[in-house]
């Protein structure tokens, strides 16, 4: 069971957008900075969305973030098979003293 | 290029230990925080550990608190995770990764396999 929220799956046609949603508490999204992996199978996670909604240099901007309270969304536009993935959440919690992660979105292009 | 290249993974009976190391290389290390991330295998990320850039401050998982102890060598560009009482549970491919999270963990390794396994 994981400290934040995710849905198991998505999906959406190729030129679609889609979003991923990712739910916590008060002591992680609520009151700390939310940032998005995305993790093609087999190879190591890779840094999408930092600070909330920061894209570090590399990323499209097909990729946002956004974060409204406790929860925190990913957003994708323009649906490309290329960005099927895994894609997890992550903030520090402060009540655990610890880093956390979601459990994990699979994102399939239909 | 940043790089962060792990080694030390391997096959260890439960109770046992293992040291983990991170080279890292392509950027000023002792600027950075640190990481160690795990991934069990077909299970998602935990994170495991950080270590500021000077390594007064640490924290650890529950789940490894009291056994895993992190540690760097700024001289030697190198990241380390000593890991005693090995479990199953450990089992997973371990990542170094670069960051904070305000920053993001913005570098990641290519990841080194423990497994724990009589």
């Known amino acids: 069971q994981s400290v934040l929220t995710q849905p198991p799956s998505v999906s959406a046609a190729p030129g679609q957008k889609v979003t991923i949603s990712c739910s916590g508490s008060s002591s992680n999204i609520g009151n700390n900075y939310v940032s998005w992996y995305q993790q093609v199978p087999g190879t190591a996670p890779k840094l999408l969305i930092y600070d909330n909604n920061k894209r570090p240099s590399g990323i499209p901007d097909r990729f946002s973030g956004s974060k409204s309270g406790t929860s925190a969304t990913l957003g994708i536009t323009g649906l490309q098979t290329g960005d099927e993935a895994d894609y997890y959440c992550g903030a520090w919690d402060t009540s655990l003293s610890g880093g956390v992660f979601g459990g994990g979105t699979k994102l399939t292009v239909l | 290029d940043v790089q962060l290249v792990e080694s030390g993974g391997g096959l260890v009976q439960p109770g046992g230990s293992l040291r983990l190391s991170c080279a890292a290389s392509?950027?000023?290390?002792?600027?950075?925080?640190m990481n160690w991330v795990r991934q069990a295998p077909g299970r998602g990320l935990e994170w495991v550990s950080y270590?500021?850039?000077?390594?007064?401050?640490?924290y650890y998982a529950d789940s490894v608190k009291g056994r895993f102890t992190i540690s760097r060598d700024n001289a030697k560009n190198s990241l380390f995770l000593q890991m005693s009482n090995l479990r199953a549970g450990d089992t997973a491919i371990y990542y170094c990764?670069?960051?904070?999270?305000?920053?993001?963990?913005?570098?990641w390794g290519q990841g080194t396999l423990v497994t724990v396994s009589s």
């Open positions: 270590i500021s850039n000077s390594g007064n401050s640490i």
């Open positions: 990764a670069r960051g904070s999270w305000k920053s993001g963990l913005d570098y």
């Open positions: 392509g950027f000023t290390f002792s600027h950075e925080t």
